[in-house]
């Protein structure tokens, strides 16, 4: 006797259409344009000097996996690396962390100062840096060529973002939640970070991981407010190979593929919180 699920009637394909190859087309199409810069930037990597300044799409003749260990040695990488490491983890730390508190006080009480506060920090969502009138700050204050300054930037950078992404999820956290747990005894400190925070983790991961793959990646900031080479971070190593004279683009160019790597790295790690933050607040309930 047979099963049910030997029974089954297996799915028939659909069709193909030129509508939908089309579309697949189109989407290939575009995914070729995303990819070919990526492929770009690899491929020359590992050619000769001469070779890499054409940065055609073709393979090198001869494999030079030397590249890397010359950018890595004159490159000063580990440094670089130890300075990115410093401005994204201790400015996305502390940034996430007083945006998160901030929102929560913003969300909770809507009074005008608080309103006008909140549509204060948005505004940052619209205007870029000013990084004339920031560098004349920076020297009123004596924090240029600092590592001080650098993150205190990164960190007032991602507050518009951030405040508006946890404001947004605050609103679905029933208060009653908090009315309980000040009922039981616990103070506006304890209230937020052993109540609150633990409920705001995807959207806290979500600002997280994605203000730190910004301040991994920024090259502006860094060259207006220092100056000196031991406050480089990794994206701004490539001026040791790059200049008036000459310009080893194969080293530029392995010298990004190993700036890009630990972005990649964080991104596949935290790609889950980033999805799953993104559609935590979506709806309410």
Request: glycine share 6%; hydrophobic share 50%; aromatic share 16%.
């Amino acid at each position: 006797m047979r099963t049910p699920k030997e029974l089954r009637v297996p799915k028939q394909r659909k069709p193909l259409t030129l509508q939908t190859v089309l579309k697949e087309a189109l989407c290939l199409f575009l995914s070729l344009i995303v990819l070919a810069p990526f492929y770009l930037v690899v491929v020359n990597s590992f050619k000769t000097k001469n070779e890499s300044a054409r940065m055609n799409l073709s393979l090198p003749k001869e494999w030079l996996f030397t590249n890397y260990a010359v950018v890595f040695e004159k490159g000063k990488l580990m440094t670089g690396f130890l300075n990115s490491i410093v401005y994204a983890l201790v400015s996305t730390t502390a940034g996430v962390l007083l945006c998160a508190m901030a929102a929560y006080v913003l969300s909770r009480k809507r009074t005008k100062l608080n309103n006008f506060i909140y549509y204060f920090f948005i505004c940052g969502l619209f205007f870029p840096v000013n990084y004339v009138t920031l560098v004349r700050v920076f020297q009123w204050m004596n924090l240029t060529n600092t590592r001080l300054g650098i993150i205190l930037v990164f960190t007032g950078a991602m507050i518009p973002f951030c405040v508006f992404t946890i404001y947004s999820f605050v609103e679905t956290i029933p208060k009653e939640l908090d009315e309980a747990a000040v009922i039981d005894g616990a103070k506006p400190t304890g209230l937020f970070f052993r109540v609150v925070l633990p409920l705001l983790k995807p959207t806290i991961m979500t600002c997280f991981i994605l203000q730190f793959m910004g301040v991994w990646n920024d090259f502006l900031t860094p060259l207006y407010l220092s100056s000196k080479s031991k406050l480089f971070p990794m994206t701004m190593s490539v001026y040791q190979f790059f200049g008036k004279e000459s310009s080893y683009w194969n080293y530029v160019f392995a010298d990004i593929v190993l700036t890009i790597i630990p972005v990649v790295v964080v991104y596949a790690i935290g790609q889950r919180y980033i999805i799953g933050g993104v559609t935590a607040g979506a709806v309410k309930g």
